[in-house]
């Protein structure tokens, strides 16, 4: 089944054209999948908070300003993982905002190690639209444009497979907006999108040094991305790398990670911070109007656990 997923994800990844598409774009998308797939809520040991910031295409009037939050946690008595995600995009006259909750159900380990698990969300996806119009016409003149700010909402559903071998890969497959429904005071209908998702980590001298690829596809079947990434994770500290997006940018990516472990007697704890940049380096026409496009990736991990104490009753006649 592994390898049957690995195959479906690679032939997807590889056979599309690339173009533009709706959902919100992000760089160091591989630091955190659960924000695209459900199915990948409570993947580690650790309870995670991330958020992304992405300033698109600096130097244009309007240009694209995203932010996302997502966290997720194991939880023993569902036997899977929960998560919470939000994200707002503001695009010109448009903004767009989506909450999502989500579980995901953890299979039991297959013979190779590997972990595989089934998600779904319920997300809550709003937009508005402005009226701070710029025009050489006049646009009142046209009924199709509002004449005042107009926002709609609707309640959507999206679906996930994801599965993971631990310090190894991974591979995922996902749906966005499964209902499409329509956003009725808006006359607009989001569209489905489809993510799949693979990684591999190939250790060069230990855990020492890793070189860690990624590569997602995303298609709403009329247009689709493609990211590429190739990282090396230096002493579980440090990782640089490139990310590519062809016909779009070229984005050099650094980044930092810091763990504390404390072990007592009736208690330890485990934290991990990471901190993640990347600088997009446009490729396309748009490079001639823009200076590129930055993004901050920040997450903190973490688990704390209380040992319970075990009593020991004695008997002084044995004393």
């Given at each position: 089944m592994t390898r049957y997923l690995l195959t479906i994800c690679a032939l997807a990844m590889f056979s599309a054209a690339m173009n533009a598409q709706q959902d919100?774009?992000?760089?160091?998308?591989?630091?955190?999948p659960t924000s695209f797939n459900p199915a990948a809520a409570g993947n580690s040991e650790l309870t995670c908070v991330s958020g992304t910031y992405r300033n698109q295409w600096q130097g244009l009037d309007r240009d694209p300003n995203t932010s996302m939050l997502t966290a997720h946690t194991f939880v023993d008595k569902?036997?899977?993982?929960?998560?919470?995600s939000f994200y707002n995009d503001a695009l010109g006259q448009e903004e767009n905002n989506m909450a999502r909750l989500g579980y995901?159900?953890?299979l039991e380990?297959?013979?190779n190690g590997a972990i595989m698990s089934i998600g779904a969300a319920v997300s809550m996806f709003s937009k508005k639209l402005g009226n701070d119009w710029i025009a050489i016409d006049?646009?009142?003149?046209d009924s199709a444009i509002p004449n005042e700010a107009t926002s709609s909402s609707s309640i959507d559903l999206d679906f996930g497979v994801f599965i993971r071998k631990p310090g190894s890969f991974y591979a995922g497959i996902s749906a966005t907006h499964l209902m499409e429904r329509e956003l009725e005071d808006l006359s607009i209908q989001p569209k489905r999108h489809l993510y799949f998702m693979g990684g591999y980590d190939y250790s060069l001298d230990g855990?020492?040094?890793v070189l860690r690829s990624n590569v997602l596809s995303k298609t709403d079947l009329s247009a689709?991305?493609?990211?590429i990434n190739v990282n090396v994770l230096w002493n579980q500290m440090v990782w640089g790398g490139v990310s590519w997006r062809p016909g779009d940018a070229i984005a050099p990516v650094i980044g930092i990670e810091y763990a504390m472990e404390d072990n007592q007697r009736f208690s330890n704890s485990k934290q991990v911070f990471r901190l993640g940049y990347s600088y997009d380096s446009t490729t396309s026409e748009l490079r001639n109007y823009s200076s590129g496009s930055h993004e901050v990736f920040l997450s903190y991990c973490f688990k704390f656990q209380t040992i319970p104490v075990l009593n020991r009753l004695t008997n002084p006649r044995f004393l």
């Open positions: 919100p774009q992000f760089t160091q998308w591989y630091m955190e569902l036997r899977g993982g929960v998560m919470l995901a159900y953890h380990p297959l013979s006049d646009y009142t003149q855990d020492y040094l689709t991305i493609t990211d």
